[in-house]
């Protein structure tokens, strides 16, 4: 079983003892053992207790390009569940959601390239499923921006671990361009912009027209932008930085969130012409 992983063919025998999961010995068994019951390497090494799903899993994403990371990498948050745990159900759940976005939104025009995520209130998920999203969709294949738009309690730069020094706040205030939007190594594909330092005029810096020349300037380098906020029923700049981009996803969470805040919300962004491309549920 090989395929092409950055130019040279593999075997998820090799893959796997590059990587330190296996050992050369065990690998010589695995193939003994695959030869002689005429089984797959993987379906062999599990047979004899040597591999187990993840390993195969993990060999298998590099064989086909799908990035992710192992329980060892410490380089991201553990809340990053589409990079550190794909194939688990919100996962599954998560590449759901972007098929739907993909079906509703970014590929019934091409010039829409952007999308915000919005909740009625704190503590719902808005972050988790805005970074999580993003990853998803850079997994795709998709050239992806994640903006923090949160100006006042921004989580995207603990999530991913950059330093919170320069950012979104900076580029509106005329003191930095797009180039302060970080690639994530382990992640093909994706970059973050983080919000940078807090602001004291988090609403006159997101309405003013700089905002909107950064989106189409980002719209030039990437296919798939999304952008996080503060929470709707708290701030207004949910409200402002939909009507930039024109569509907004809608978040709350199970057991939490409460129906008039949502409603509320929601009627607010349609009243402004935002389009709602759908809602999550959150119950992670």
């Not at 700049?237 to 024109?246: F, L, P, S, V």
Request: proline content about 5%.
């Amino acid at each position: 079983m090989n395929t092409l992983v950055n130019g040279a063919t593999r075997s998820i025998g090799d893959i796997l003892v590059a990587t330190g999961r296996l050992t050369v010995e065990d690998a010589a068994r695995i193939t003994q053992h695959q030869q002689k019951e005429n089984l797959k390497f993987g379906d062999a090494g599990i047979a004899l207790k040597l591999l187990n799903k993840e390993h195969i899993d993990f060999a298998l994403s590099l064989q086909f390009d799908y990035a992710y990371l192992s329980d060892q990498d410490t380089s991201l948050s553990p809340e990053l569940v589409a990079a550190y745990k794909p194939f688990s159900r919100v996962g599954e759940n998560l590449r759901a959601v972007r098929s739907q976005l993909m079906l509703r939104w970014f590929n019934t025009d091409p010039a829409r390239k952007v999308l915000t995520v919005v909740s009625p209130d704190k503590g719902e998920g808005r972050s988790f499923i805005a970074a999580n999203l993003a990853i998803v969709f850079a997994q795709q294949g998709e050239r992806t921006l994640l903006i923090d738009g949160d100006l006042r309690a921004p989580r995207q730069h603990i999530l991913f671990k950059l330093v919170k020094n320069a950012g979104l706040s900076g580029i509106l205030a005329g003191r930095a361009g797009l180039e302060v939007a970080r690639p994530i190594p382990s992640l093909q594909g994706l970059c973050v912009l983080p919000a940078g330092a807090t602001p004291p005029n988090p609403q006159e810096l997101l309405g003013r027209p700089a905002f909107g020349s950064l989106l189409q300037l980002a719209a030039q380098d990437f296919d798939v932008i999304i952008i996080d906020t503060p929470a709707g029923s708290v701030y207004a700049d949910a409200e402002i930085i939909a009507a930039r981009t024109g569509a907004a996803l809608v978040v709350t969470r199970k057991n939490q969130s409460l129906l008039p805040s949502a409603v509320k919300l929601t009627r607010r962004l349609q009243d402004g012409g935002v389009a709602l491309v759908g809602a999550v549920l959150n119950d992670d």
